[in-house]
């Protein structure tokens, strides 16, 4: 396979301490830098752990911006957490691309990718330049993931050559559900985790700029991260030694009531504030105790009783 490093590998340069930031702690500066591959790279080297979450519409891509996300990923968990349906495959290329235009509406300075949905990209690298194409022109977005290892090499290849940057991502892979029997944890045997690594070496060489690694042991994800060269590692599930990390919004703002993976941390209950919220404008509705005159508009002075006389009409409630 000309995709296959020889062995022994390449020198592994430098391992970071990557379990504290380097980056001081930091508010919401007012303007911010747009960010870019070259800025994600440097951010590799210097061990300064990217941080990327998804979006799926306007308001969400603008917290993101606001509040200090390097990349606003687009993600076919959309699919699931806003649509309603049971799995990723079920994504069209159109719906993504409607959620697409509404988050680059919202982005400014992160790095914006979006997924290639299931069946976007699986019929030849031809057919993934055409629809991906959509994606950056109709959707506005910079740059697409899609899933898979080997077999998505030469599409990967062809992608970037044509001018469109890839984020790979590979390890569980949620349009691979049915083929996988369910969402599992890979890379957990020495040959997984060797396919893995070749995966990973080979996306890199293709061209790919950054690559997602999802539910894989923290071993894994750290080698795979020593072994890249330049495309930075983004994990979900694969430990704390990757070069940046990424979360669904609604596992992070707790408002998914689905299942929970083991690699979710709950950052915020808005889950809890919307059911208060809701709650009490049902009961204020209920009670009239909303809304209040403070609330509402008044005729002016006179004019109701003119409409009386204009009308001939009396009010019927006190
Ligand atoms: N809300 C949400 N969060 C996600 O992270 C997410 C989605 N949706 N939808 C698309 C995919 C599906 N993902 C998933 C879904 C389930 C597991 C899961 O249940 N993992 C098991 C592994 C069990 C094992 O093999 O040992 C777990 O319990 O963590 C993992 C990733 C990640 N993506
Ligand atoms: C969880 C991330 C990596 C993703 O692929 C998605 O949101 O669909």
Redesign the pocket.
């Known amino acids: 396979m000309s995709y296959l490093r020889s062995y022994p590998p390449r020198q592994i340069l430098s391992v970071c301490r990557r379990w504290m930031s380097v980056r001081p702690e930091e508010g919401t500066p007012l303007t911010r830098k747009k960010i870019t591959i070259q800025h994600l790279h440097g951010m590799k080297r210097e061990c300064s752990p990217i941080a990327m979450l998804t979006a799926y519409d306007f308001p969400t891509a603008r917290a993101c911006e606001a509040h200090g996300v390097d990349i606003t990923l687009v993600g ?2 959309l699919a ?2 806003c649509l309603g349906y049971d799995d ?1 495959t079920r994504l069209t290329l159109d719906e993504m691309i409607h959620h697409c235009r509404a988050v680059a509406r919202g982005s400014k300075s992160p790095f914006l990718v979006a997924d290639m949905p299931f069946g976007t990209y699986q019929a030849g690298p031809e057919d993934a330049v055409h629809n991906a194409v959509r994606l950056v022109r109709e959707g506005g977005v910079e740059a697409v993931k899609i899933e898979g290892g080997m077999e998505v090499v030469d599409t990967v290849k062809r992608l970037t050559t044509v001018g469109i940057p890839v984020m790979s991502h590979i390890g ?1 892979l ?1 349009q691979r559900r049915a083929m996988l029997s369910g ?3 890979q890379g957990r045997s020495a040959e997984a985790a060797r396919d893995l690594l070749n995966s990973a070496l080979a996306l890199e060489d293709a061209g790919a700029f950054a690559i997602v690694l ?2 894989i042991p923290h071993e894994v994800g750290n080698h795979i991260t020593q072994r890249l060269g330049h495309a930075a590692t983004i994990g ?2 694969a430990g704390w030694e990757t070069d940046g990390q990424v ?2 919004w ?2 992070v703002m707790g408002t ?1 009531g ?2 929970q ?4 941390r709950k950052f915020g209950d808005v889950r809890l504030e919307v059911e208060k919220g809701v709650r009490a404008y049902v009961q204020r509705v209920r009670n009239r105790s909303f809304p209040t005159p403070l609330e509402s508009y008044d005729m002016p002075i006179g004019e109701m009783e003119r409409f009386y006389q204009l009308t001939g009409e009396r009010a019927n409630r006190p």
């Open positions: 076919d968990s699931q957490v990723t569980l949620p969402y599992r944890v999802e539910a979900i599930g979360l669904v609604d596992d998914w689905g299942h993976p083991k690699f979710v």
